[in-house]
């Protein structure tokens, strides 16, 4: 089940957005999120943000994110979360970004992302 998928508006240009939400596995067993597919980005990675002698830095997650049976994975601002890379347009406050989210397993699940104001928060 996924709660509360948003994103930021972006300006005119911009290469790249991030994706948020909530994962809730409501199975027993554990699943991996690997990445993701949308046709507004040439491409979804998972990404986690670290510091680093004081400095922030973005990575992307190799091997996808586990979520426990009956757990949950909350992709928020200043951790992880996913990255649109290759922006086909900017996305305005009030629209909605179709978002497929890539199980292990080849599982499929089809949300999408509201996107919210610019500005407060993590900005890529």
Known sequence: ??????????????????????????????????????????????HTMAMDGGVMSMRPVEGGLEVSGGGALELKPGGMHLMLIGLKQAFGEGESVPLTLV?????????????????????H
């Open 103 to 123: 199980f292990d397993g080849g599982v499929r699940v089809e949300t999408a992302l509201a996107v919210r104001a610019m500005g407060g928060g993590h900005d």
């Open 1 to 46: 089940m996924i709660a509360d998928a948003w994103t930021k508006a972006t300006p005119p240009g911009a290469a790249v957005g991030a994706g948020y939400m909530t994962i809730r596995n409501e199975g027993g067993a554990a699943v991996r999120l690997l990445g993701g597919e949308t046709v507004a980005a040439e491409r979804v990675e998972i």
